[in-house]
């Protein structure tokens, strides 16, 4: 198999530069592109538990607790002890990790953009299609 026939290398190397232009992006605002699935959920939905947390972002529970750490340390989150045990966490936002949530997306579509704009609008749907096809069988 040629490395262009596989999905694998295509997938991964496609993720990496998308990554990479993410993260040049969001160091503007003195966050890394590790932060940004994290944040990106929270916007979604608060109060989830750090273990939902860690499961939604695909990240080991004890590399979340890193992440949060660090988003706590600049603001942008807090850990709500759950009533009913005291080592759960629920993570919310604070009104500054609130705040990010537009210029952040802002930066994520404008780096979609700029891969996506090799594409027609067209192939451009039958992409998120297609990703969205394997992606929900797995």
Known sequence: MKRFE????LVSHLNL???QALDTRLKRYELDIKLWPVLFTLWQEEGLSQ???SKRCDVANYTMTRLLDQLQVQGFV???QEADNRRAFQIYLT???KAL????IHEAEWVNEQ???QLTDTEQQELMRLLN???NAC
Do not use: M, P, V, W
């Not at 596989?6 to 290398?9: K, P, V």
């Not at 949530?101 to 952040?104: G, I, K, M």
């Open 6 to 9: 596989s999905l694998n290398y």
């Open 17 to 19: 530069a998308l990554q």
């Open 51 to 53: 273990t939902e947390l």
């Open 78 to 80: 807090t850990r709500h």
């Open 95 to 97: 009104d500054n990790g």
């Open 101 to 104: 949530e537009h210029d952040l």
């Open 115 to 117: 891969f996506l704009d």
């Open 133 to 135: 096809k394997i992606n």
